[in-house]
């Protein structure tokens, strides 16, 4: 594919997820050969392309599945730049594209915003805004709240997550870094969500995602 993607690539690209999630072996390794070169650091932009011009679930998961790997195995390489890049394009896809996505993708694109965060948590105050950005973009909307409630879900539970040996003193400063600025301002608003829900009408998935939200943050750390 050359460095400006055409219109005509997207549907060679489609086709190329298809058959890396496909059933058979040959296809998938050959997808898989192609592919590899946007799970670089230097595929960012063509990852970002696909995914806001694809409309096929399986490219979709793909970008995201990748941007895991990127913000989990290549961090270090991707500088505070790139990495602040990452983490408002995750935050505005999913505002703007999560209702639409299917589940996994989304939880995958969360597992990626969360893990850019935690790397870069001490790194910047941008990171640390993330709690009160998902508040802001999601919280405010009917539709978007039990996305938001997920969303906050998943920073929570990454932050707790064990990380490989020999991190774990950076692990602990985040940890009770993100503990003492954020925690208890998600949990309430965890509880606020679920008081706002009306006796006679609830709505199932808030009540449902407020629960699981609060849960979360009792059992941090």
Not at 12 to 23: E, K, M, S, V
Not at 112 to 124: D, F, I, N, Q
Not at 146 to 175: C, F, N, W, Y
């Amino acid at each position: 594919m050359s460095p400006q993607p055409q219109p005509h690539d997207i549907h060679r690209i489609d086709a190329l997820c298809n058959a890396l999630f496909g059933p058979q072996a040959e296809p998938r390794l050959k997808a898989e050969q192609e592919l590899a070169p946007l799970c670089r650091v230097e595929g960012m932009p063509l990852l970002r392309w696909v995914l806001e011009t694809s409309r096929e679930g399986l490219a979709h998961y793909f970008v995201a599945a990748a941007f895991v790997q990127l913000v989990t195995d290549s961090v270090s390489s991707l500088g505070l730049e790139l990495k602040l890049e990452a983490r408002d394009w995750l935050l505005h896809v999913l505002a703007s594209r999560g209702l639409t996505m299917e589940q996994h993708t989304v939880k995958t694109l969360l597992l990626a915003l969360g893990r850019v965060t935690k790397s870069g948590w001490l790194e910047h105050a941008t990171y640390q805004q993330l709690p009160n950005d998902i508040c802001d973009r999601f919280m405010r909307s009917p539709e978007l709240a039990p996305l938001g409630l997920l969303s906050l879900d998943s920073i929570v539970q990454e932050m707790t997550l064990a990380p490989p040996r020999g991190k774990l003193a950076q692990h602990r400063k985040v940890l009770m870094s993100f503990r003492d600025s954020c925690l208890l301002d998600i949990f309430r608003t965890a509880v606020a969500t679920l008081q706002m829900q009306a006796p006679q009408q609830p709505n199932a998935q808030v009540v449902e995602q407020s629960l699981a939200l609060a849960a979360t943050c009792l059992s941090f750390d």
